[in-house]
């Protein structure tokens, strides 16, 4: 009985570890995708603008 329970005690453990990694790993997906195009638009747009204050704008 003791020998289950343990068992049942580390699959339990293990299911809540996998749902924390899983839930981890989305909200990383989320920071990760959702900011970068935000920098990425800010980057791009201030390279523009130094580049148009530089006179440098080739497109």
Request: net charge positive.
């Amino acid at each position: 009985m003791m020998m289950m329970m343990m068992m049942m005690m580390m699959m339990m453990m293990m299911m809540m570890m996998m749902m924390m990694m899983m839930m981890m790993m989305m909200m990383m997906m989320l920071v990760i995708t959702t900011p970068k195009c935000r920098v990425d638009g800010l980057i791009k747009t201030s390279i523009g603008k130094k580049r148009k204050l530089l006179g440098f704008d080739w497109r």
